[in-house]
Structure formats: structure tokens, C-alpha cells
């Protein structure tokens, strides 16, 4: 069993910049895709962004140009920074491990507002 554990969320203003981190446990971390995903009140779930094995990166398009995802394979942990948020950006931010496994954080709530 995977344990995914988000941290880093929280309030800022519109035009700020937070960085999300993701710790994974168990072994094999290198070998799986890593994903953010998000959540806005009334919407579904979207992904925001995710990171190969190999490394090779994909965005949703309201994020590109703003938001980088990368992994540490050491540490076992993808991350994801956010520029020039918007209040649009306000979600719950998941992390998802696969496929072809299939894990899930608990998520981190993230608000962008002045």
C-alpha cells in the first residue's frame, strides 16, 4: 500500500506563488508517473499536471507557462510549483500516483485570494 501525503497549500494573494510537495512511501517511487490533480467547489476533478518515469512533462491548459512540475526520485517526493496564480487556481490539490497503479493523497486546499 502507497501513502501519498501533500503539503504546502494554503492562502495567497492573486499573482503569488506556492510550492506543493508530494511524499510518497514505499519502494519503486522512480518507476511510476506522479500526477497533481485538482478540484474546485461544483467542478471535477482536473488534472493539472504530471511527470513520467522517464521525466516527460504534461500540463492542462490553464496552467501552462504558470505552474512546473518536477520530481526528486531521492526523496521520493514530486512537486509543484504555482506562479502568477489566479483565484481561479482555488481547489483542493491532489496527488496521484499511476497509473497503471491507481494511489491517491488525501489532498491540500489551495486559495487564492486578496
Known amino acids: 500500500q502507497v501513502q501519498l501525503v501533500e503539503s504546502g497549500g494554503g492562502l495567497v494573494q492573486p499573482g503569488g506563488s506556492l510550492r506543493l510537495s508530494c511524499a510518497a512511501s514505499?519502494?519503486?517511487?522512480?518507476?511510476?508517473?506522479m500526477g497533481w490533480y485538482r478540484q474546485a467547489p461544483g467542478k471535477q476533478r482536473e488534472l493539472v499536471a504530471f511527470?513520467?518515469?522517464?521525466?516527460?512533462?504534461t500540463y492542462g491548459d490553464s496552467v501552462k507557462g504558470r505552474f512546473t512540475i518536477s520530481r526528486d526520485n531521492a526523496k521520493n517526493t514530486v512537486y509543484l510549483q504555482m506562479n502568477s496564480l489566479k483565484p481561479e487556481d482555488t481547489a483542493v490539490y491532489y496527488c496521484?500516483?499511476?497509473?497503471?497503479?491507481?494511489?491517491w493523497g488525501q489532498g491540500t486546499q489551495v486559495t487564492v485570494s486578496s
Open positions: 514505499g519502494s519503486a517511487f522512480s518507476i511510476y508517473r
Open positions: 496521484r500516483q499511476g497509473p497503471p497503479n491507481d494511489y
Open positions: 511527470i513520467t518515469a522517464g521525466g516527460s512533462t
